[in-house]
């Protein structure tokens, strides 16, 4: 098999991985934003979740528990979004903007007064951290030409998290676009005023977009906090990772699939960062790592430039709900 080919299976194996949290940011922020919910606050949800799931991980050695913990975690941050811009008809960019804040401050002050490690949790070993699944027949066809290192090596072996959030994109396509919730949740986005005319409650749905955008971020928290190599929570460990799910989210026009192909192109940068040597050895020359560690962030710039190509948002999007008397 040839180098390329090789260097391809270990890089998209990657991409799997570190496009997992992102994926489940960019359906977190789907669902909200279809109900005229714009929320800055991904990433503090995500990196609330992280520091709960690990930190409920690694002092009860039970990752499922981390993982519910984390969940948890950000549908408090995504009730109190919810108050603020639903409820209370808040800005809700600030609103995003004071979950970031929030979240990046309590997670440290709480992670070093518990831990006493500089701010982040112990790393996670066994029982408190998810492990790879070999999925049926893997180890069997390993050796088999072309199909076992496809198999073996890029679909098999991944994380729960990892299988669910590609079971999300389907799923999610379904809920918006064949079931009868979605619909309404989609005209919510469009013109709140009809759904309320109709007899539909404006507020419920748009809180029930929000608490679904909170689950989303929290199973991302938790992939990134409990399943990764390096498990566990460090300060600050989403790296922009909601801001560019957000990017991901305009690039996809609010559409589910597009999702997934926009997360996957962000993965592979990512993952092209980490393996320099891969790189290297495909290319024939060395490449400077500096430029590779920037390329989704520079992605991310180009994306909201607006060189993703015309999107348009929900009308209703951002705009609080005003009830006619």
Known sequence: ????????????????????????????????????????????????????????????????????????????????HGVASITFRGDQLISGVA????????SVVIAQSWFREGGRTPQLSGDARFSGIDLPFANTLADTPLIGPV???????????????????????????????GLR??????????????????????????????????????????AEPAAGFVKDMTAGRGFIALAAL??????????????????????????PDLIEAALGFSVQTQLLDVLPYILTVVILAGFGGKAIPPRAGGEPYVKER
Not at 203 to 222: K, Q, S
Not at 255 to 266: E, G, K, M, S, V
Request: net charge positive; glycine share 10%.
């Open 250 to 275: 305009i690039f996809a026009k609010w559409r589910p699939w597009h999702a997934l192909y926009a997360c996957l192109l962000f993965g592979y940068l990512q993952a092209i960062a980490l393996r």
């Open 1 to 80: 098999m040839s180098i390329f080919l090789l260097f391809q299976i270990e890089v998209l194996d990657s991409a799997l991985r570190l496009a997992t949290p992102l994926l489940l940011a960019c359906l977190a922020g789907l669902f909200s934003e279809r109900a005229g919910i714009f929320d800055i606050g991904l990433e503090g949800k995500i990196l609330m979740s992280a520091f709960v799931s690990a930190a409920i991980a690694s002092v009860t050695g039970d990752v499922w528990l981390g993982m519910l913990a984390g969940i948890c975690a950000s549908l408090v941050l995504s009730l109190i």
């Open 99 to 106: 979950i970031n804040f929030l979240a990046a401050g309590l």
């Open 151 to 181: 198999y073996h090596g890029l679909i098999s072996g991944h994380t729960i998290l990892v299988y669910v959030a590609l079971l999300t994109v389907p799923l999610s396509w379904w809920i918006l676009f064949r079931t009868r919730f």
């Open 185 to 226: 949740l989609r005209a919510v986005g469009e013109n709140p005023a009809s759904v309320d005319t109709a007899g539909i409650s404006v507020v419920g749905l748009r809180f029930a977009a929000v608490m679904i955008c909170g689950i989303l971020c929290g199973l991302a928290g938790a992939q990134m906090a409990t």
